[in-house]
């Protein structure tokens, strides 16, 4: 018997607030599942205070709200990958190895904010990939975007402690690799200017690809647009519950775990009514962990020969080439991502 496809909701509450040894493994167990059979989640439970999150949609709709002059003023250099990014800017097909064959790049616009060697301070990091932000000229923008980074950098944590759990791994096993993270807020806007022509034939909001990182919990409106390649190797719209925040794994993650962990290759369409483009907002949080940790097959997660699909890595290296991809030369070595998005159509 065959089950519909569907992202589980799973509430974390009891690594939230400290519940008891039963409640938790219930929980790891249900991580597990997903992860191994989806690659996404929705997390209830969470703790993210509705102000927030309120506060987060503001400072979306404003800073996106920008006349385009001062929105383009707010651009970092490429290679630091922070500040605004115009649509048509970047392909992220091209991160996993597919060339757009429409006559433009993903429509959405993009602002981007994360830590900084600012927040590590006796620590020499380098620049990239821990850039200075570049901040709006907007009242309380700064600090309503901070507090909902610093409530969705808690939230990967609790996962985190989660995924220890769920791979039988000592407490705390992620957390030496985390201490000073790459981390970023990508808040996302699909829409285009009055008067734009509707999307090219095949053209995508946000093209297909997987997250680079160790674990991106997203925010996003109730509105369609959000499709996963399934295993069955078909697109499914994913609609976010009420209250529920989406979760999906890295790159990172799917090479520690020798693929037992599924790091899923998903785009966003939104739908275009009479000609234009439903307005939808997003807000991903990527947790990428440390620029210097080198991530390889956890021996749990090796082949019975004791081989593995990834070889070691370290993040700052894995990073660089995939952000280089999205608005460069295709990635190599991305042929089975590739392969599956061609034969779903």
Known sequence: MTHAWSVPVVDISSYVSG????????VARAVDEANRTVGFLQVVGHGVPDAAIAGLIGAIDEVFALPLGEKTSLCAPPKENRGYFAPQSSSLARTIGIQQTYGGNDYFEAFNVGTSTDDFPGLELPVPPYSRNVWPAIGGWRERADTYRSEAARVTRVLVDIYADALDLPAGFFVPHIDHP???????HYDLPPGSPPPAPGQRGMGEHTDFGIVTVLWADR??????????GEWHDVLPAPGALLVNLGDLMARWTNDR?????????????????????SAAFFQDGNFDALIETLPSCLAEDGTSFYGPIDVATHLAHKVAAGRGPLTPGAQRE?????AAG
């Open 19 to 26: 519940g008891d040894a039963e409640a938790r493994a219930a």
């Open 182 to 188: 790459v981390e970023m807020l990508r808040m996302v």
């Open 223 to 232: 509105v369609p647009g959000l499709q996963v390649l399934g295993v069955d």
């Open 261 to 281: 962990w599924l790091s899923t290759v998903h785009r966003v369409i939104p739908p275009v009514v009479d000609g234009k483009i439903a307005r939808r907002r």
């Open 338 to 342: 590739a392969d599956r998005v061609r």
